[in-house]
């Protein structure tokens, strides 16, 4: 498929021409083009009998640390060999184009910030950096000594990815800025997230009861399609660069 041979509404064309603030939601389907495993998707090989909701989580890990940190070792060696895809670089360049542009993603993978975005507001943390379990802090380094996980070089607990778990609270500061943009928007765009993850999920409602329209790009409907304005079905990568074409 060309391009062109992607129809979009006239009133969509108007609004995103229109829009001087716009805001964007991401989560783990912008990055499916890139390789990286939705959730959803089956594990494969070693961690086909687990389920993801079950690792990622803080009990998971008082329970079996080196499952989990081994579970994120294998993540993240997925997300080093994955690279940008049409999806990021389009959401890059709109960062470029429109002067109040907010990017919001669910995603850990540091995708966007490797396709150029500069400014993103990661709700849920990143995956290529760590904390320590007991203290919360950053953790850059860390003697080897042969412990799986490591141990965090101050206090001696274990160390973690500095992910949001299942059940724990989201970064203030990056919640508070992402309320903001959501309410402040003209245009919230909710990208490749299947919108039941609160409090994320929550962002387009709150843009949308501000008066902002709101489009869904996703292949498949979830809860937030009969609410949205528009909802195009396709993929980031083939209607994000269309939409960028269209600007
Ligand atoms: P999700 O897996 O629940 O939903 C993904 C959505 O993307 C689905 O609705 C699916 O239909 C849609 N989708 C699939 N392929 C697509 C494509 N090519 N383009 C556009 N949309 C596509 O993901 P979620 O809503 O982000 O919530 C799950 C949680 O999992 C989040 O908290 C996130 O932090 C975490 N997670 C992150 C990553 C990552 O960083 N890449 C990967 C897996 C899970």
New binding site residues.
């Given amino acids: 498929m060309t391009t062109n041979d992607i129809s979009l509404p006239e009133a969509l064309l108007r609004a995103l021409r229109g829009s001087q603030r716009i805001a964007v939601l991401t989560?783990?389907?912008?990055?499916?083009?890139s390789g990286?495993?939705?959730?959803?998707d089956t594990m494969t090989g070693l961690w086909a009998r687990y389920n993801?909701e079950d690792l990622a989580t803080p009990e998971a890990f008082r329970r079996d640390p080196k499952l989990v940190w081994g579970w994120y070792a294998w993540r993240r060696a997925l997300?080093a060999q994955a690279t940008p895809n049409a999806?990021h670089l389009a959401l890059a360049e709109l960062e470029r184009r429109i002067p109040g542009f907010t990017l919001i993603t669910?995603?850990?993978?540091g995708?966007h910030r490797r396709a150029g975005s500069r400014r993103v507001l990661e709700l849920?943390g990143n995956?290529t950096r760590n904390k320590c379990f007991d203290e919360g802090t950053l953790v850059e380094d860390w003697e080897e000594t042969g412990s799986v996980p490591p141990l965090c070089p101050r206090c001696g607990g274990y160390v973690r990815p500095d992910?949001v778990w299942f059940g724990e609270v989201l970064p203030e500061q990056a919640l508070e800025e992402a309320l903001e943009a959501s309410r402040g928007c003209e245009l919230f765009l909710c990208?490749?997230?299947?919108?039941?993850?609160q409090p994320?999920a929550s962002l387009p409602f709150e843009a949308l009861r501000a008066g902002a329209r709101v489009l869904e790009?996703?292949?498949?409907a979830?809860p937030l399609t009969p609410h949205a304005t528009w909802s195009l079905r396709g993929?980031?990568?083939m209607m994000l660069p269309e939409l960028l074409d269209r600007l």
């Fill in positions: 989560g783990a389907g912008i990055s499916a083009e990286v495993p939705m959730f959803r993801p997300v999806g669910q995603n850990v993978d995708l849920h995956i992910v990208v490749g997230t299947s919108a039941l993850v994320a790009v996703n292949p498949d979830t993929t980031a990568g």
